[in-house]
């Protein structure tokens, strides 16, 4: 009896034993999987909290790439546009300048570029390098047009500059005596213009129906033989020491320092059929000319404010255009 007593203990004593190690086990057990748990759980919001950082910042940039787009596209609305216009420096460029101002103010900016000759002005326009040019009037541009094949067109016309005659080395009109050489510009409109001036005061006589073509090979009668030099336009002024007499455009005239209605000897009067002729235009390409800003340009050029302006600079020897 004692031996079966002692071995039902031990047997209950192993199993207690046992049993208590598979607790122990099966709690161990428990706890790594609650940290495993845990740690995926934290990793989890570690991951969601990343994707969330990451959503944020993308909204964020796709915010502000839809903000610059809309800015973009409020300013390509909005911006300022660019006129680029050549000009001869006198009076166009300066008349220019006191435009630039009141177009500014209608979203338009103004960048005039001078030039000293009667042909490059045409040519950069002609090729789109240029959108305009302000400089020379309706006769030379019609020519310019046939004799160089390009496809230039009045925009609008803005002033007139009155042709004269002005003093060299001979003072008036009866100094000249005979082989006395006149200096005129060489351009084909011009040189009509200044040779329809010399006939309009007796010098010269052309044959009939020579007019806004005519050249030296037109003059029929020359009773003082007076010899006609014929130079780019831009270069009269400067042999004035040199000759009896020069016929100036009124720009270059202006550049020199003379004034049409005080130093010219004799001249086109405003109400000529020659000074009206003779209009200075805004040219653009042929097909540019309804464009919004060019539009705007000339209705400023030809603004009330422009003229008064004009009139009080340039005191006759620049008329503004009253007509369309």
């Known amino acids: 009896m004692k031996k079966k007593l002692v071995s039902l203990l031990v047997t209950s004593a192993l199993a207690a034993s046992l049993l208590a190690g598979c607790g122990s086990s ?14 995926t759980a934290t990793e989890e919001t570690a991951t969601e909290e990343t994707a969330s950082e990451e959503a944020a910042e993308e909204a964020t940039e796709e915010t502000a790439t839809e903000e610059a787009t ?10 300022t546009v660019t006129l680029k216009i050549a000009a001869s420096p006198t009076p166009h460029a300066e008349i220019l300048e006191q435009a630039a101002s009141l177009l500014a103010e209608q979203g338009i900016n103004l960048e005039v570029t001078e030039f000293e000759d009667y042909v490059q002005p045409n040519n950069v326009v002609e090729s789109g390098e ?26 609008g016309k803005i002033h007139y500059e009155p042709f004269g005659l002005y003093a060299g080395t001979r003072a008036s009109l009866d100094e000249l005596q005979e082989g006395d050489v006149i200096a005129v ?14 006939q309009d005061n007796g010098l010269i006589k052309l044959k009939d129906g020579a007019d806004l073509t005519a050249t030296v090979n037109d003059i029929e009668e020359n009773p003082l033989n007076l010899e006609i030099k014929e130079l780019e336009a831009a270069q009269v002024a400067r ?45 653009v390409a042929e097909g540019n000319e309804n464009n919004e800003a060019i ?7 030809k603004s009330d404010e422009i003229k008064s302006w004009i009139e009080e600079t340039y005191q006759g020897a620049v008329i503004p255009y009253d007509g369309e």
């Open 295 to 301: 539009q705007k340009l000339v209705e400023v050029l």
């Open 70 to 79: 809309e800015e973009t596209e409020e300013a390509a609305t909005g911006e």
């Open 26 to 39: 099966t709690d161990n057990s428990t706890t790594e999987s609650t940290e495993a748990a845990e740690e």
């Open 130 to 155: 240029f959108d305009a040019n302000y400089f020379q009037h309706v006769p030379y541009l019609d020519s310019f047009n046939e004799e160089q094949g390009t496809h230039l067109v009045v925009a």
């Open 239 to 283: 042999v004035i020491p040199e000759v009896a007499l020069v016929a100036l455009n009124g720009n270059y005239a202006q550049e020199a320092g003379l004034t049409v209605s005080t130093d010219a000897i004799a001249y086109e009067t405003s109400d000529s059929e020659a000074a009206k002729t003779y209009v200075n235009v805004i040219a």
């Open 185 to 198: 510009p060489n351009d084909t409109t011009n040189e009509a213009r200044a040779l329809l001036l010399l």
